[in-house]
């Protein structure tokens, strides 16, 4: 979808296409629409007499109405008028994009007469809509294939809209970029194929290293290596740098994702039901190559490591057993008594090597982690471990500015000792009760001292049938928006 901002002026109208203008809650006329309604003769007005009040969510589509030149004038419901913010002018752009979409449109027009940053916000949400995973339908439909191919944003001060435009932009395309990754199948995207479509980031100006299984063996990476130990497909951990800070020497932040490319559960073998859900294991990991992508596309100012744990969780004949014990780079051994608990044994490695090689002022880790966390928090929240409570309302708060919600969860230490065992240092399990809590306590275990955060994320990367205008059913994305956030308020020069 091309995305123009255009000046505002009278509707130049042509044959498919769509108007969409701001409905207030009341229900209220917004400028746009006010001109729109005597241009129409009243036309607005009268369709707005029913029960559409301008709510948030509310749509009422107008289909050729007189004296206009377009073939749909869209009333998109804003809620009330003086809580118009960020949040409401991106869903409004959503929204206005989701209605229209199989209309047979091909422009859509957004004169939304509000402040640059607010129409930028806008254009985001529609492009987050426009997202489409349909690369593998040969047969689809066309009145199923969308029909927008332009958008077009009218703004009294285009060139400055275009421009709060730029980083979001980069955002939303680190977003489809993560969402691209999460929805691919396993059979294309598994860990050397992931690795290359992280090696191609160089291109944005990111510093790429991709780690073999030769490389991870010299470092002592037993417990990941054990994960990939069934799996035909080598496993690889990918380094990625950002060096955007004025001082490229300065101490960097770090993200580190699970990239579990497929989880069969190994030896310890999932059920078959719903086991095809296991393609997006990789959810933390694609959520930092997205963040990564969009930080360099925008140019952000800071130093950030991006580290991706990948992996493939299969059984075979020389796969890991229940009651393996292996030696992770830290030094401690832990008893594998579920080998579907991998997600652990990943972050274990990929963290250690994180702290041990950059030194970094926090890190973060994403993790499509435990079943457990679905129960708890469902799918709009993901679970928040911490040992710091700084990170941890930082966190907060930009989930909460980006509707990417967190919910922290408690680590109490005498959970801990549930990871307790006879022949080697811990356990990978705990037990039934508290299942991601114990995840997060044996995670813990392996962060010497600084702050760290853990985000599990299983309910959180992949929704369907999804409540957000601006996230299409299936991948979400989940992460990039926050973490872009948490580096932009707090980590750059
Ligand atoms: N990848 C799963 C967690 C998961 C489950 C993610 C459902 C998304 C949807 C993880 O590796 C796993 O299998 N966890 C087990 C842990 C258990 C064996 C202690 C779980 O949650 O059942
Ligand atoms: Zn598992
Ligand atoms: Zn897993």
């Known amino acids: 979808m091309k995305i123009k901002f255009v000046e505002y002026g009278p509707v130049a109208g042509e044959a498919l296409m769509a108007i969409a203008v701001l409905m207030f809650e009341g229900p209220a006329l917004s400028e746009a629409a006010e001109a729109l309604d005597s241009q129409t003769g009243g036309a607005v007005s009268r369709a707005a007499a029913g029960r559409f009040k301008g709510a948030k969510g509310q749509s009422l589509e107008l289909v050729a109405p007189a004296n206009l030149h377009a073939s749909h004038l869209l009333l998109i419901g804003a809620g009330p008028q003086d809580a118009f913010d960020a949040a409401a002018a991106e869903a409004a752009g959503a929204e206005a994009y989701k209605t229209l979409k199989l209309s047979g449109v091909t422009t859509l027009e957004l004169r939304f007469n509000a402040a640059p940053e607010l129409l930028a916000r806008a254009a985001f949400g529609a492009k987050l809509a426009s997202y489409r995973?349909?690369?593998?339908?040969?047969?689809?439909?066309?009145?199923?294939?969308?029909?927008?191919?332009?958008?077009?944003?009218?703004?009294?001060?285009?060139?400055?809209?275009?421009?709060?435009?730029?980083?979001?932009?980069?955002?939303?395309?680190?977003?489809?970029?993560?969402?691209?990754l999460v929805s691919e199948p396993a059979n294309i995207l598994y860990p050397a194929e992931f690795a290359r479509r992280v090696k191609a980031l160089e291109r944005l100006g990111l510093e790429v290293e991709i780690l073999g299984e030769a490389e991870m063996t010299k470092l002592g990476m037993g417990s990941l290596l054990g994960v990939g130990q069934g799996s035909a497909r080598d496993s690889k951990l990918a380094v990625i740098q950002w060096l955007g800070a004025k001082d490229k020497t300065a101490q960097p932040i770090a993200f580190v994702g699970k990239g579990v490319c497929f989880d069969s559960g190994g030896i310890s073998i999932k059920p078959a039901d719903g086991m095809e859900d296991m393609k997006w294991d990789m959810g933390g990991a694609g959520a930092v190559a997205g963040l990564m992508y969009a930080l360099a596309a925008r140019k952000a100012k800071a130093n950030v490591v991006g580290i991706l744990g990948l992996v493939e969780n299969m059984p075979d004949g020389n796969a890991q057993r229940p009651g393996d014990i292996v030696t992770s780079m830290s030094g401690q051994t832990i008893e594998v008594i579920n080998t579907d608990a991998e997600g652990r044994l990943v972050l274990a490695d990929a963290l250690w090597y994180c702290q041990d090689r950059f030194k970094p002022r926090f890190m973060v880790d994403l993790a499509t982690l435990t079943g457990a966390i679905i129960i708890a928090l469902g799918n709009d929240y993901a679970g928040l471990f911490s040992n710091n409570d700084d990170l941890s309302g930082a966190l907060l708060k930009a989930g909460a500015a980006e509707g990417e919600n967190l919910w922290r969860m408690p680590m109490p230490p005498q959970y801990d000792k549930m990871l307790d065992t006879l022949a080697a240092d811990m356990k990978n399990i705990g037990g039934r009760a508290g299942g991601s809590i114990t995840a997060a306590l044996f995670i813990q275990r392996f962060v010497n001292g600084l702050p760290w955060a853990h985000l599990d994320i299983a309910g959180a990367a992949w929704k369907k049938p999804s409540t957000?205008?601006?996230?299409?059913?299936?991948?979400?994305?989940?992460?990039?928006?926050?973490?872009?956030?948490?580096?932009?308020?707090?980590?750059?020069?």
């Open 133 to 180: 995973f349909d690369k593998y339908l040969t047969k689809e439909k066309p009145e199923k294939k969308p029909s927008i191919t332009h958008l077009r944003i009218a703004a009294a001060d285009a060139k400055t809209a275009k421009a709060a435009f730029a980083p979001l932009e980069a955002l939303a395309d680190g977003v489809a970029f993560t969402r691209d």
């Open 468 to 493: 957000n205008p601006a996230i299409p059913d299936g991948a979400t994305g989940f992460g990039v928006r926050l973490l872009n956030r948490l580096v932009a308020e707090g980590y750059e020069d």
